[in-house]
C-alpha cells in the first residue's frame, strides 16, 4: 500500500528523539555501532560454526544440513543487521533520522545496491535458511 512499516516508524521515532538530545549524534553513532557489532558477532558465529557448542546433532547427513543451514542463516542475519547498524551511524552522521530504518530499511538499502537484488536474494534465502536451522536448534538444543 506503499506505507511504511511499523519497525521503521520506530526505529525512525528512536533516531529523531536521540538526534534531538543533547549529545545524540554520539548516542545515535554509539547504538549504530552495537547494532552493527551484534551483525559482526553473527557472521563471525556462522563462520567459525560456534553455534554448534549448543546443540546435540545427530551424525551423518543430518548434522551436515544443520550446521550448513545454520552458517548460512548466521552471515545472512549478520549481514542484514549490520547493514541496519551502519544505517544508524549514516543517520547520526547526516542528522537524518529517517535514514535509519530498521531491519526493513536496511534490506532496502541492500536493493540498492548494484547487483543489490541478487544481493537481496541471497539474504533472503539465508534468512529462510536461518528459520529452518531455528526449527533445527529447537529440536536439538543442548539441554
Known amino acids: 500500500m506503499g506505507r511504511q512499516s511499523q519497525s521503521s516508524e520506530s526505529s525512525q521515532s528512536f533516531s529523531a ?10 548516542l545515535l553513532v554509539l547504538v549504530g555501532l552495537i547494532v552493527a557489532g551484534v551483525g559482526v558477532a553473527f557472521i563471525v558465529r556462522g563462520i567459525t560454526r560456534a553455534f554448534t557448542k549448543h546443540l546435540s546433532l545427530p ?24 547493514v541496519t547498524g551502519i544505517l544508524f551511524v549514516v543517520a547520526a552522521v547526516t ?4 535514514t535509519a530504518g530498521g ?10 545496491l548494484p547487483y543489490g537484488a ?7 534465502l539465508g534468512l ?15 539441554m
Open 17 to 26: 528523539q536521540l538526534l534531538a538530545a543533547p549529545a545524540g549524534v554520539a
Open 95 to 98: 542528522h537524518d533520522p529517517e
Open 118 to 124: 541478487i544481493i537481496l536474494w541471497t539474504v533472503g
Open 103 to 112: 531491519l526493513d530499511g536496511g534490506l532496502r538499502a541492500l536493493a540498492g
Open 59 to 82: 551424525g551423518g547427513t543430518t548434522k551436515r544440513g544443520i550446521v550448513a543451514f545454520g552458517i548460512a542463516g548466521y552471515i545472512a542475519k549478520g549481514i542484514a543487521v549490520t
Open 128 to 142: 529462510v535458511l536461518y528459520g529452518l536451522f531455528c526449527f533445527a536448534r529447537a529440536r536439538y538444543a543442548r
